[in-house]
Every structure is written in C-alpha cells, then in structure tokens.
C-alpha cells in the first residue's frame, strides 16, 4: 500500500517508542515489583524563637527557652496502587516507621489528616508506639489506603533549618521513599519531573526522526560528481526524464545524459560498449521494459513495476469512434486481431456493441520494443504475425484482405498515431495514455488497466511487467551509477514513478516477484 513506505514505518515506529518507554518506566517503577509505596516531602521547614531568622515566616515569634527553634511540617502518605496494612511494616517495634531530625531536638508533635479519613486519628497513641525521643519521632502502624496522607507538625530545637530529615522504615513487596516537595517560599515547578522526562524522551524522539529523514534525503554524502548515461525504455522516459533533473539540481557536480531509443536498442548498446571499453560501460545505465539481460551477461536491479495499456481511437463522430465499452476486449479476440483475422471491427464484436464498423489499423512498434515484447509475452502468447503493409498507417482505398499494419519508433509516436487515425488500435505504457484525450484505454478479460487494483492485489490484469534498470555489473561503491540508482530509493524519486504510473518495486518486493 501507498502508505506503507520506509519513512511511514520509521515515523510511526520512533514516535511509538518516544511514547511507550517513558510510559513504561513510569508504569514499572509505580506496579513492578513494588506496588507498595510510602512516601513522605517536607512540605515545611522554618525558623521560630530565639536566634531565629530576622525575616521569619509568620512575625516574630518568641518562643522562650528554645534556642534555635523551628517547625517542620512532614506530609506522609501511600502513593502506591496497593493499599498498605498494619502487618506490611516491617519493623520489630511497636511502631512502623521513625522521622529522624539530624541535629535538632524533638519538643512536641502534632498529627493532621485530610477530612473523610480522620479514623486515622485513632492509630496515633502511646500504646500504638507513637512518641518522640531526641532527634526523632516514632510513627504508628498507620494503614493507609492508595492516595491517604496524614501530616506531622514537629517542633524543634537546636540545629539549623533545612537540615536532614528522613523517614526510616520498610514494608513488605513495597518501599519507603522521598517524595520532593515545593517549600512554602520555594517556587512551583513549571512541570514536574515525570513530565520533564516523558517530554524529554519525546523531543529526543522527535529529533532522531528527523535525522534519520534528513541522514535518508538529503545526506550530500549521497551524491557524486561525474557524468552518466541514461537510456532504453521509452515507456519509462517520463520517469528517466525528470529524476536526473532532480538529482543534478540536488548534486551539483553530476553531468545525466539521457537517451531513449526502445529497451532493447538500450541494453544493445551497452552490452557493445561493454565490450569495447569496461570503464566506458560503467558509466551508462540501460532501462529495459521486462528482462533482457541475461543474453548479454549484464546486472539488472527492479526498480518499478510498469503497467501498460491498450488504446483505439477515440472520436466525437460516432461513425469513427471505436468504443469497446467497459468490458474492453477478450484475450481471444485481442489474439484474433493481432494474427490478421479480422479486417474491421464489425467483424471482431457483435453489432450490438455499437462501436464503428471501421478498418482496424495495427500501430505497432518495432521488435527492439519492451513494450511490444511484453504485449507478445502477457497477452498475444505469441509474436505479432501480422505483417506490416503501411508505412504510413494508412489503410488502402478499397480496403484488401489483409489487416493494416505499421510501426513507429517510439511510444509517442504510437499515441499520436492512433489519436489521428480512425479505426486504430496501439499500446502505450499506461500513464501517457491517460494524458491523451483522443484515445480509449481498453481493458483486457474484463480487467481494466489500474495500477492502484493492481497494487491491492484486486485484479488480474495481464499487460504489465518490470522495469529493470541494466548495468555492465555490480556499480562501484562511489560512483555515479551506484548514487543514482540508489536515488530511486528516496521518497521524491518513489513519488515521481508513482506519478508517471508505475509500481515503485524497492518499497515493495513481492509486488514484482
């Protein structure tokens, strides 16, 4: 399908990954293996009393004896997505857990929780093991549902503020850790840290795309300088034509002559220059509609799969107008034609097809053409034994015995021909026959010439084959040939053998097995 190509897949691929594996660092840090988690943030630490700060947090408080005062306010809460038990502590005590203030002294501590979980209350009691002692406080076996919290408010002397304060304990298939928090002075993060990190892993994603399109398209390591030889197909000059355009505008350096004379003539010449000069050889590149290679021990590679059509000649006269309707031609009746069997074509359908009861003219192409050949081989079976009675594919006045017949040079030449002569029937590589206004396109056993069914596999359409591009063997790493032909690869060079209506094969293989 279209849509599926190398640069969709990578895209698609790399924005997938950006996303998933933060997520699931996320995810695997939060359930596997510990989906019991407690976590605690001083959400508070301030100076208070004597020797404190002379810009303290709420006025100017005096607190007598207390040297060095300070509240600190310490959020414990389950952030897990399991809730905690009384039995999930770990600790042999009494208690569960302990806050250690490094340096300074507990003096008093008081316990909050949020409303609609003040049952909490009723776990912080001596006997449960809540109490202080020096420089730490020591906390019940308080469970804690996914999301509850309880706040200490811990009054302490001694000792600077923001000095350590850590919770100490464990819980089983679970952890005790430091959540950060926003001091009341300390301003909020833009994004929090998960935030930062899943945005981050997006932006290096996106990044690496866009190197990997740009390291593909528009690498200069890509190009060389030198001159090369295109030729063969003319069914494909459409495409041989305007892709060395491209790639000179793209590589400055590169000199790509092209010289379309039929796929045959093409891979003639080079197989002759192949053996007069090796270096000389190296330097052409012979496209060929269908394999002609191997007579000449020469390298082909697939490079699109070209579909072609057959064409009568369309008119506003209906007496000269040769319209085969949607069902076209059989491959019986097409093989009828191209033996001599009928001389008009009132004898080749019945008369209720309402086409014009004209002379058939045979425009045809020379035995050098790929796209005769391919005709002979897909369609007819056979070689076209109609012999050539015209030169100028004109039929004789009166009209004889035997069918008219002609061939021209090349597949313009042919549509041309068959736009200006009533009666006449060619062949032409698909998409130049549908820029033609006086021309019909004929299916073929009921199957029309579509590429796009052809593509999806939704149709059996017979007169089609490869386009190979020929080479005097492998090209070297670094040369011209080897750049140009890798050329075809990129997304605008695939782009523009879509548009000329062909098949691009690289991106596809078992579309041109």
Request: proline content about 6%; hydrophobic content about 35%.
């Amino acid at each position: 399908m279209e849509w599926l190509t190398n640069e969709n897949v990578i895209a698609v691929g790399t924005s997938v990954v950006g996303v998933l594996v933060p997520l699931a660092m996320f995810l695997y840090d939060r359930r596997v293996p510990r989906r019991k988690r407690i976590g605690y943030r001083v959400q508070m630490d301030s100076p208070i009393g004597d020797g404190a700060s002379p810009n303290p947090r709420l006025g100017d408080f005096d607190v007598p004896n207390m040297a060095d005062a300070s509240l600190v306010l310490l959020r414990i809460e389950n952030d897990g997505s399991q809730s905690v038990a009384r039995d999930d502590y770990t600790a042999f005590e009494a208690y569960g857990l302990t806050a250690e203030f490094t340096g300074r002294t507990v003096q008093a501590v008081a316990v909050t929780q949020p409303s609609g979980i003040e049952h909490l209350s009723s776990h912080f009691r001596r006997g449960n093991g809540f109490e202080h002692d020096g420089n730490k406080v020591y906390i019940p076996r308080v469970p804690l549902n996914p999301g509850d919290h309880f706040k200490l408010l811990v009054l302490l002397s001694g000792g600077r503020v923001d000095g350590e304060v850590k919770l100490i304990g464990d819980i089983q298939d679970g952890r005790v850790h430091r959540n950060r928090a926003p001091k009341p002075d300390e301003k909020q993060r833009t994004f929090s840290l998960p935030a930062q990190l899943v945005s981050g892993a997006l932006a290096l994603a996106v990044l690496g795309l866009a190197g990997i399109i740009l390291l593909r398209d528009g690498n200069p390591i890509e190009c060389e300088q030198g001159e090369l030889t295109v030729t063969g197909s003319t069914a494909f000059e459409p495409v041989i034509e305007k892709l060395p355009k491209q790639y000179e505008k793209k590589c400055e350096g590169a000199d790509i002559s092209v010289e379309t004379r039929g796929s045959e003539d093409g891979v003639a010449e080079l197989a002759r220059l192949a053996e007069q000069s090796e270096e000389s050889a190296r330097n052409v590149i012979a496209f060929s509609d269908g394999p002609m290679g191997k007579r000449w021990n020469l390298t082909g590679e697939k490079v699109a799969l070209s579909v072609f059509t057959l064409v009568v000649h369309k008119d506003d006269e209906p007496d000269k107008d040769v319209d085969l309707g949607s069902g076209g031609l059989s491959l019986q009746e097409v093989r009828g034609i191209y033996v001599g069997k009928y001389t008009r074509w009132g004898e080749v359908l019945p008369k209720e097809e309402a086409i014009a009861d004209l002379p058939i003219v045979l425009v045809s192409r020379g035995d050098e053409s790929g796209t005769r050949q391919i005709f002979q081989e897909r369609v007819l079976g056979d070689w076209e034994k109609a012999q050539s009675t015209s030169l100028d594919c004109r039929p004789p006045e009166p009209v004889g015995d035997a069918v008219t017949r002609c061939e021209l040079a090349s597949t313009k030449d042919v549509l041309d021909m068959v736009e200006d002569q009533p009666g006449a029937i060619g062949y032409s590589e698909l998409t130049s026959a549908e820029e033609r206004k006086g021309v019909h396109m004929v299916a073929l056993g009921g199957d029309k010439p579509d590429d796009r069914q052809i593509e999806q596999g939704g149709s059996h359409y017979p007169y089609k084959d490869i386009e190979y591009a020929y080479t005097h063997g492998n090209p070297r790493p670094g040369s011209l040939a080897a750049s140009f032909l890798a050329y075809f690869d990129e997304s605008t060079s695939q782009k523009v053998i879509r548009e000329k209506g062909h098949l691009p094969c690289l991106r596809d293989p078992k579309l041109c097995e």
